[in-house]
């Protein structure tokens, strides 16, 4: 019964921004935390951002740092991406995830995440 949703994806120019919505029904209790992923064609998944529901910890994969935040509306098991100064190499299918509670390995591990969204597109162009 657990559905992840993202939205707000799209195309934008070069130095543009977005944001991005996921919204987590289902859930009997607050998901423990929450993560943006990201995909490029051909590559791995990998971890974005994730904020936790107990204490409001964030974590950002390095490259973007300054330029994205994530934020979370706990009630409604929602979490947000905003995307500044976006760049072509941030093309990707962006996936949302939760977890209802920690396995002990990092927070970009993808195995960690129960419930995932299908998708949302993001397309930078020059």
């Known amino acids: 019964q657990v559905e992840v949703v993202e939205s707000g994806g799209g195309s934008v120019q070069d130095g543009g921004s977005l944001r991005l919505s996921c919204a987590a029904s289902?859930?009997?209790?607050?998901?423990?935390?929450m993560a943006w992923f990201r995909q490029f064609p051909g590559k791995e998944r990998e971890g974005v951002a994730t904020?936790?529901?107990?204490?409001?910890?964030?974590y950002y994969v390095d490259s973007v740092k300054g330029r994205f935040t994530i934020s979370r509306e706990v009630p409604k098991n929602t979490i947000y991406l905003q995307m500044n100064s976006l760049k072509p190499d941030a093309s990707a299918m962006y996936y949302c995830?939760?977890?209802?509670?920690?396995?002990?390995?990092?927070?970009?591990?993808?195995?960690?995440?129960?419930?995932w969204g299908r998708g949302t597109q993001v397309a930078v162009s020059s």
């Open positions: 995830a939760a977890k209802t509670s920690t396995f002990g390995a990092p927070w970009w591990t993808s195995s960690e995440y129960d419930h």
């Open positions: 289902g859930f009997t209790r607050s998901p423990y935390s």
């Open positions: 904020i936790y529901f107990i204490g409001s910890y964030t």
